[in-house]
């Protein structure tokens, strides 16, 4: 049998046959907005159907070796950018003079320049992805591992400053890249594994930082901490350089005959074996005017007020609520602890039910409710459970808005364009976010507190909007179309509608928005 199955009747070129490479690329323009498949390269995608098994066991090596790597990344890259919050109540306030407006600063200076090079997302379709992986990585590693051995409040900055700039071309384009080696259905749970590293790194950082500044070391706790923190970091650059796979047909951990499915299954969703090496700058236009990009920045925007305020200003609000500083560090760990858990478990029920919009609704109701509860009430008890609420309805939406995102565009350009512009305007949202807990509101921090409970709740009337808007454009596009179901089933020749389509993530006659 081998890897395909054919049926007996002679076939034209087909989705193996292109993975193959003895036929030409199929007659389909892979970025072209709204472009029609001709009827024969959707025809001829069910003379050839890849063999369940082996795609399972892709998938299966796609787990176990690109995921876990690009989420590890992430756990460092977050451990870095927030360990500055635990740094802070361990003595680096004290010895670097952090009066003032100055601690706020070290926060406002690394989102700027990260705001500033978000472009960078779309250097992933650019250079090879390894490549570029190792650049940034090795560049941020060093970064954070220098801020021990700042002097003055004026290193701080120039390390954070910097910092900003690397990190802005790691983590934003980790989902465009995850979209490259997964298919529609599969990419949001891997991306909310990946996304689940920011609570699970924020739990280790509580945690680290408790055994880190319980101690009595010669040099300052707050220096050790960065130090220890930073050089996790410059360990992986190697791996990076030697695991990262720039696509799934490149990946050494691959036999030959995965290798084909894995080009078959890039077929499927694309049209073409070949993802990195260019953009289509119409489609860059295109997606500047697609409202779909903006309901998806703004409500990035919306979460970012509360996910980025979240791990730098909990320590201390924890040691205010009158925990000692030490307790408040270790504290912090059970609630991000259990928001890892809700980011992985709301990412794969989204995907099975390809229901985002009412998962965000849900998650934004939940984390607003935590809101309410710590600014709303006296007791120390009740306000620790806000925090576990805030922090299993922040982290997980905004591991489900990314994917939407990716699910929502119909070319590799306009779905890059569309992480990019999320970014660039949802990494906005900590320039308000770690402004609006300043000292002089301690203990309680009432008015910041509020300000969050707003913003996501915002964010679940923004996915309520856009479901909606979506819901109308599927039901415009059956009417030009007929049926999804039907539109399958006729192309393929699958009475049940389950084969795939060839660029069937792209704009077509079967591409419907996941609600």
Not at 59 to 71: G, M, N, Y
Not at 183 to 204: M, Q
Not at 326 to 340: E, N, R
Request: aromatic content about 12%; proline content about 6%; hydrophobic content about 45%.
């Amino acid at each position: 049998m081998g890897i395909f199955s054919r049926f007996e009747h002679p076939a034209p070129p087909t989705v193996t046959d292109y993975a193959e490479g003895g036929s030409p690329s199929p007659p389909v323009d892979e970025e072209k907005a709204h472009g029609e498949l001709t009827d024969h390269a959707q025809a001829s995608a069910h003379h050839h159907h890849v063999d369940p098994e082996i795609e399972a066991r892709v998938l299966r090596k796609l787990d176990w070796r690109v995921t876990p790597l690009v989420s590890a990344l992430y756990l460092v890259s977050f451990l870095d950018r927030s360990n500055i919050g635990n740094a802070k109540i361990a003595g680096m306030s004290e010895d670097l003079v952090l009066t003032g407006n100055r601690y706020t600063w070290l926060l406002n200076i690394f989102y700027i320049t990260y705001i500033v090079f978000e472009f960078q997302v779309i250097m992933w379709k650019i250079v090879p992805p390894h490549i570029w992986a190792t650049i940034v990585v090795a560049s941020w590693g060093l970064i954070a591992t220098l801020q021990s051995a700042t002097m003055n409040w004026s290193g701080e900055m120039a390390c954070r400053f910097f910092l900003g700039i690397a990190e802005a071309g790691f983590g934003p384009g980790i989902p465009y890249l995850l979209s490259f080696f997964f298919l529609r259905h599969e990419v949001g749970l891997r991306c909310g594994i990946f996304l689940s590293a920011a609570p699970l790194a924020s739990t280790f950082a509580g945690a680290l930082a408790y055994g880190i500044t319980s101690g009595h070391s010669k040099l300052a706790n707050w220096r050790l901490l960065f130090l220890v923190e930073g050089i996790p970091t410059l360990l992986l650059v190697p791996v990076t350089f030697y695991f990262l796979p720039d696509s799934p047909d490149k990946a050494r951990f691959l036999t030959a005959e995965e290798k084909l499915v894995a080009k078959a299954r890039g077929v499927r969703q694309v049209g073409t074996t070949e993802r990195v090496g260019g953009v289509v700058w119409k489609d860059i236009g295109a997606a500047l005017l697609d409202a779909k990009c903006w309901f998806t920045a703004l409500m990035y925007f919306s979460c970012n007020v509360s996910f980025s305020s979240l791990p730098v200003f909990l320590p201390t609000i924890l040691s205010e609520m009158g925990f000692s500083a030490i307790d408040a560090q270790g504290l912090t760990a059970p609630p991000y602890f259990v928001s890892f858990l809700v980011t992985i478990g709301s990412t794969y029920i989204a995907d099975r039910t390809q229901q985002r919009g009412y998962m965000l609704m849900f998650l934004s109701c939940v984390g607003g409710i935590g809101y309410i509860l710590l600014a709303s009430c006296n007791s120390v008890g009740v306000r620790y459970f806000g925090v576990f609420l805030a922090a299993s309805g922040v982290f997980p939406c905004i591991a489900n808005i990314l994917p939407w995102v990716l699910n929502n565009q119909g070319s590799d350009t306009r779905r890059g364009m569309g992480i990019a512009m999320l970014n660039l305007i949802g990494q906005c949202g900590p320039l308000l976010g770690t402004n609006v807990f300043p000292s002089t509101q301690s203990p309680r921090y009432v008015e910041g507190m509020s300000i969050c409970a707003a913003f996501i709740f915002f964010n679940g009337f923004l996915a309520f909007c856009l479901r909606t808007l979506l819901k109308w454009e599927n039901k415009k596009l059956d009417e030009k179309y007929g049926p999804q179901l039907d539109r399958i089933i006729s192309k393929t020749g699958d009475p049940q509608g389950k084969e795939s389509a060839v660029s069937e993530e792209n704009y077509g006659p079967t591409f419907r928005y996941i609600l």
